[in-house]
């Protein structure tokens, strides 16, 4: 069955920078998109940014947009969440999820209703 390990969280000041990588493994691993979701202390789980796996086409919340990057390797099943100029409020869990349901043509799934594959998260705390 395919799993989805997080890596790279940490302890990070303000305005400072974070790369988080998330491999996938199993033999057939096919997401139609893979999304990042993070959960802050007492509240659910809310989409950060995404990439459809064939198209490359990326969304992002307006909370991140212009701050995060979401990024994909070409030949495998891993994808990366580049986290520039931290805020406090970026503190929480983060998530690598798969979608593998079509649901349109460049489609980014954004709702954890939809999540077909969780990763156990990787902890992310920003320091004033």
């Known amino acids: 069955q395919v799993q989805l390990v997080e890596s790279g969280g940490g302890l990070v000041q303000a305005g400072g920078s974070l790369r988080l990588t998330c491999e996938a493994s199993?033999?057939?691993?096919?997401?139609?998109?893979m999304s990042w979701f993070y959960q802050a202390p007492g509240k659910v789980h809310e989409f950060v940014g995404g990439?459809?796996?064939?198209?490359?086409?990326?969304d992002y919340s307006d909370s991140v947009k212009g701050r995060f990057t979401v990024s994909r390797d070409n030949t495998g099943g891993t994808v990366y969440l580049q986290m520039n100029n931290l805020k406090p409020e970026d503190t929480g869990v983060y998530f690598c999820t798969a979608d593998i349901y079509y649901r349109g043509r460049g489609y980014v799934n954004r709702f954890a209703n939809d999540v077909t594959y969780w990763g156990q998260g990787t902890q992310v705390t920003i320091s004033s």
């Open positions: 990439i459809n796996w064939m198209s490359g086409t990326t």
């Open positions: 199993g033999d057939t691993f096919r997401p139609y998109s």
